[in-house]
């Protein structure tokens, strides 16, 4: 559906820290779409080629809600544990402007 809000991160996990990174970030991904009202799904995307490079993505009711999630202690916990884990992070609001249509 166009219009529909998404978080994205782009992370970079430090060497050997790849699978580490991947149980936290299911953990507090569970978390977030059992607990945080607006957040749908989350996916979490490994690149073939370079394993230390992850993209998350994730469509959300609306801007509050991102907000109120980024504000909450679960969530200040987390970003403190993929600082730990991750050479970087770039989080990002996207809006879904186009999509395939079925044959």
Do not use: Y
């Not at 699978?19 to 607990?35: H, Y």
């Amino acid at each position: 559906m166009n219009g529909q809000l998404f978080t994205l991160g782009i992370w970079k996990t430090k060497q050997g820290k790849e699978a580490e990174f991947v149980d936290a970030w299911q953990a507090f991904a569970d978390w977030t779409s059992g607990n945080v009202p607006g957040a749908g799904h989350g996916s979490l995307l490994q690149h073939e080629d370079t394993p230390q490079r992850f993209v998350s993505f994730g469509p959300w009711k609306d801007h509050d809600s991102v907000a109120r999630w980024r504000s909450s202690p679960e969530f200040i916990e987390f970003a403190a544990r993929a600082r730990d884990l991750c050479e970087e992070f770039e989080p990002q609001n996207m809006i879904q402007v186009g999509q395939s249509r079925a044959a």
